[in-house]
Nanobody, 123 residues
Framework: QVQLVESGGGLVQAGGSLRLSCAAS????????MGWWRQAPGKEREFVAA????????AYQVSVKGRFTISRDNAKNTVYLQMNSLKPEDTAVYYC????????????????WGQGTQVTVSS
C-alpha cells in the first residue's frame, strides 16, 4: 500500500551538512502533508519538521529551526530535509511519514515506517 525509503544519512563532523531524501510510493504523494521524525538511542521518536501539500507551509521543532529546511518535489514523489550546522545532538535515525497536526503535536499518518537513515554527528 505505501512504501517509504529514506536515504542520505551518514557520518559528519559538527557544523557539517547532510541532505536527506524520502521517496514515497503506493499512494498519491501530493495528497499528503509530509514530515520527518528522528529517534536517538534510548529515546522515543520525536518530530523534526513538516511540510504541507503544496510545499508553501512548513513547521519545525524548535531545536532545528534555522538549521534544517524541509522541502518536497511532488513530481518526484520525494521529500527532503536539508540539515546544516549539524550538532552531535542531531545524531539519530531519521524517518519520514505523512504528517498530520493534532493541536501542537504532529502525528504520523501512515501505518508503517521505512528503514530510516542514520545520521551521526561527531564532535
Amino acid at each position: 500500500q505505501v512504501q517509504l525509503v529514506e536515504s542520505g544519512g551518514g557520518l559528519v563532523q559538527a557544523g557539517g551538512s547532510l541532505r536527506l531524501s524520502c521517496a514515497a510510493s503506493g499512494r498519491t504523494f501530493s495528497s499528503y502533508s509530509m514530515g520527518w521524525w528522528r529517534q536517538a538511542p534510548g529515546k522515543e521518536r520525536e518530530f523534526v519538521a513538516a511540510i504541507n501539500l503544496s510545499g508553501g507551509g512548513t513547521a519545525y521543532q524548535v531545536s532545528v529551526k534555522g538549521r534544517f529546511t524541509i522541502s518536497r518535489d511532488n513530481a518526484k514523489n520525494t521529500v527532503y530535509l536539508q540539515m546544516n550546522s549539524l550538532k552531535p545532538e542531531d545524531t539519530a535515525v531519521y524517518y519520514c511519514n505523512a504528517a498530520r497536526r493534532s493541536g501542537d503535536r504532529w502525528i504520523a499518518d501512515f501505518g508503517s515506517w521505512g528503514q530510516g537513515t542514520q545520521v551521526t554527528v561527531s564532535s
